[in-house]
Each structure stands twice: as C-alpha cells, then as structure tokens.
C-alpha cells in the first residue's frame, strides 16, 4: 500500500486508471486511507464532460465519479503489489439523488467512497457526492475485480 501522505491529482489518475481524456473525471484525491477515499473534481461543470447528455450532466452520472474513486482506491491501496486487474460495477443499490443534475452545481464536487467489506475478488462500498456540504447522492456499489481472468472450470 502507498502511503496515504501521497494525494494523487489529475495526471495521476489518469496514468493508473483505464479512463483516459475527458473520461477522466477525478482532479485530484483530498484524502485517503486503507478504508476510504475523497476526491474532488470540476469536471461536471465542463460543456466537453463525455457524460453529458442534451446539453445537461444529470445526477445520475454521480455513480459514474464514485467508481473511479473506487477505482483509484484500489490502486492505491495495491500499491506496488501486483496489479489488481480489471473491475467492474456489479450492482448499485440504495441509490438516493438528492438534485436532478449536475452541471449546475457552481462547487466542486466532493466524492467519498468508503470500502465496507470485501476480498480479493469483490469489494462492497459506500459512497456520497457533495458539494459545498450538499448531497447529492449517495448509495452503495458491489465491485467485481478480476474479472477480466478466464473461468477455470473443472
């Protein structure tokens, strides 16, 4: 595990994870340890944000922020051991938007993910976006990690 005086920020980010250009919606990690994350990101604000649909970025994009803060604590939570390969969302549950969109929250958003439980092969979370102390949703997601691997069946 790295230490969690290291704050990632943008470039980081996107050299750890698989989102690239715009995709990348994380600046920057505010603070982090073995069970939880804070990231902060400006980029629901952004007329070019890859999410956006009819010109608006609705809430429910929210989840979208919260599994690459999943994503980048994983990483740094691997550290220099072996890659933890690829992860997928397994199920959102418990999902609670308290605004309709995004792109007119004038703060940056504030995103939390809190690791519940889990083991090498699936990991529970928690996680809230806010914004200048606003929720603005909240839930939990189930991440499925090495996935990619090929069943052995016997």
């Given at each position: 595990?790295?230490?969690?005086?290291?704050?990632?920020?943008?470039?980081?980010?996107?050299?750890?994870?698989?989102?690239q250009?715009?995709?990348?919606?994380?600046e920057?990690v505010?603070?982090w340890?073995?069970?939880h994350?804070?990231?902060?990101s400006?980029?629901h604000?952004?007329?070019?944000?890859?999410?956006?649909a009819?010109g608006?970025?609705g809430?429910?994009?929210a989840v979208?922020?919260?599994?690459?803060?999943m994503?980048?604590?994983?990483?740094?939570l691997?550290?220099?051991a072996q890659?933890?390969?690829?992860?997928y969302?397994?199920?959102?549950?418990?999902?609670?938007?308290?605004?309709?969109?995004?792109?007119d929250?004038?703060?940056?958003?504030h995103?939390?993910?809190?690791?519940?439980s889990?083991?090498d092969?699936?990991i529970?979370?928690?996680?809230?976006?806010?914004a200048a102390?606003?929720?603005?949703?909240?839930?939990?997601?189930?991440v499925?990690l090495?996935a990619?691997?090929e069943?052995?069946l016997?």
């Open positions: 595990m790295l230490e969690p005086t290291l704050l990632p920020d943008h470039a980081w980010i996107a050299a750890h994870i698989p989102h250009g715009s995709m990348c919606l994380l920057g505010l603070t340890d073995a069970q994350i804070v990231c902060q400006n980029s604000q952004s007329p070019d944000n890859p999410l956006r009819e608006r970025l809430a429910s994009n979208e922020y919260a599994a690459q803060a994503a980048v604590h994983g990483v740094l691997a550290g220099d890659p933890l390969g690829v992860g969302l397994a199920s959102i549950r418990s999902v609670r938007l308290h605004v309709d969109r995004l792109d929250i004038a703060a940056p958003l995103v939390e993910v809190t690791r519940l889990g083991d092969a699936l529970l979370y928690q996680f809230s976006v806010s102390g606003q929720s603005l949703a909240e839930g939990r997601a189930s499925v090495n990619d691997a069943l052995k016997p």
